[in-house]
């Protein structure tokens, strides 16, 4: 069962990342199509400042199940929170050094595909069980 939970979340986790990724490549082409290529470029940016950091948290949250590591799974989830908001920042500081960035873009695809994933753990979460 323990093994089961610890599964069920990465499984969940991969499932949020996957369908993070391809909205952040939905709204790339969007911003391309509409608004030029430096748009595009800048909402995929946006996109992968909140999926990559995701990524990190999740490799880091679900590294430990069950109760005997119950010391080691609080720790890691500590430690991939503090991980995912400091390259966070890194990622908005190097996206805003890059030139001919479009911040609106940058800021739309961050916010959407961040916001999106609740729904997406809602949805796939009835979809697991």
């Known amino acids: 069962m323990i093994t089961s939970l610890a599964q069920e979340g990465r499984q969940l986790a991969r499932k949020v990342l996957f369908f993070q990724s391809l909205i952040t490549m939905i709204l790339a082409c969007i911003f391309f199509l509409f608004l030029g290529k430096y748009s595009g470029i800048s909402a995929l940016y946006g996109g992968l400042i909140c999926v990559l950091p995701g990524m990190v948290f999740a490799l880091l949250a679900f590294r430990y199940a069950g109760a005997s590591q119950n010391k080691l799974v609080v720790r890691s989830f500590n430690k991939g929170s503090k991980l995912k908001f400091?390259?966070?920042?890194?990622?908005?500081?190097?996206?805003?050094?890059?030139?001919?960035?479009?911040?609106?873009?940058?800021?739309?695809?961050?916010?959407?595909?961040?916001?999106?994933?609740?729904?997406?753990?809602?949805?796939?979460?009835?979809?697991?069980?």
């Open 86 to 129: 400091i390259i966070t920042i890194v990622l908005f500081v190097m996206a805003y050094k890059s030139p001919n960035l479009q911040p609106l873009p940058l800021l739309i695809s961050y916010v959407v595909t961040l916001m999106a994933q609740w729904p997406i753990i809602i949805l796939v979460s009835r979809v697991i069980r």
